[in-house]
């Protein structure tokens, strides 16, 4: 990781080596923060963040969810967030807000912590390898089941929450393998340890649906929309183990992920081991997209 010039903390940009914490922060000893992921792309005008509001939203709802009282808006996030692309000069990058409790309380209640909000960006190319997106990746079914509605607040981005995605993606790596596909509670297909999942058959796409305890990822809805526009049938269900053995062509999507082909899941082929032509299909919208390429969908973009 290339480190930039500043990080926002709590308001204002500090160099990035000063961006440091206590080691009597509450969220380091008990995961309790609330972070988001979001990419920024250069298009014929000038650098635009891809649906910026929609993952500060979507932060403040994490933040609510496990109730760590954050006093920013989702503009005043969205606003830093430009700030910091700027004061670094970046161009195509990620965004990475984290919002925590800090010190001024041990123990479980987090109570008399001041809660702390930051935002840093860099450079970060393909998540799973440029390899990955061209060819596909090899994945395999995790032994660690997702977390669920039970236990956890799967919709939401709680650092405390992503040790089971940790587990995931160690295990599949150790065993050789690029990344790992978690199964819920219940025994149905949730997502990849940090990416949602799509699976083709015969010209219908099928993805789990966010009851399955997989996130309700940004990218996936895009891609869910995207599809939708081009008349593909997407479908939103209950998708077991065998699906994927039985899938044409398979992909996972996310902020960082983009949108990236299945090549193996456990040791079998799918399709024929290259992308299928509704995934390059799916690549090469959102990339159009993600880059302003297409008008309809422009109103997603925030420029920098
Ligand atoms: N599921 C999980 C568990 C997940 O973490 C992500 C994003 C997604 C699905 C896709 O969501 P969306 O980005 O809204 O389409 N994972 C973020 C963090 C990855 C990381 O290693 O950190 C991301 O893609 O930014």
């Known amino acids: 990781m290339n480190p930039t010039s500043k990080i926002w903390v709590d308001g204002d ?32 005008d000038g650098p635009a963040v891809f649906r910026l509001r929609e993952h500060m939203d979507r932060l403040v709802a994490s ?22 692309i700027h004061a670094n000069e970046l161009g195509a990058c990620y965004v990475r807000p984290l919002v925590f409790y800090g010190t001024g309380s041990m123990g479980l209640n987090p109570a008399g912590a001041d809660v702390r909000a930051i935002i840093a960006a860099w450079e970060w190319g393909s998540y799973l390898g440029e390899e990955g997106v061209r060819n596909g990746i090899r994945v395999a079914t995790s032994s ?19 040790l089971n995605s940790v587990l995931a993606k160690q295990e599949a790596l150790a065993a050789g393998y690029e990344e790992a596909i978690l199964l819920n509670s219940d025994g149905f297909v949730a997502e990849g340890s940090g990416e949602n999942l799509f699976l083709v058959k015969d010209g219908v796409v099928r993805t789990p649906t966010w009851l399955a305890g997989a996130l309700n990822g940004l990218t996936r809805g895009t891609v869910i929309t995207m599809l939708r ?76």
Request: charged share 25%; hydrophobic share 35%.
């Open 13 to 44: 940009l500090v160099p990035w080596e000063e961006a440091t914490v206590h080691v009597l922060t509450h969220a380091l000893h008990y995961g309790t923060g609330v972070f988001e992921g979001i990419r920024a792309y250069e298009t014929d």
């Open 63 to 84: 933040a609510k969810a496990y109730r760590i009282p954050l006093q920013l808006t989702g503009d005043e996030l969205s606003e830093a967030a430009i700030e910091v």
């Open 144 to 162: 660690w089941r997702r977390i669920d509605h039970t236990m956890l607040i799967p919709n939401a981005k709680g650092s405390g929450g992503y």
């Open 229 to 304: 526009d081009e008349g593909i049938e997407v479908i939103e269900t209950n998708l077991t183990r065998s699906d994927m053995y039985y899938a044409d062509e398979a992909f996972f999507t996310g902020t960082a992920a983009e949108v990236t082909p299945l090549r193996e899941i456990d040791d079998r082929m799918v399709g024929n081991g290259r992308p299928g032509p509704i995934t390059v299909r799916t690549q090469e919208l959102y990339s159009a997209v993600v880059t302003g390429k297409l008008e309809q969908y422009r109103h997603w973009l925030e420029y920098v």
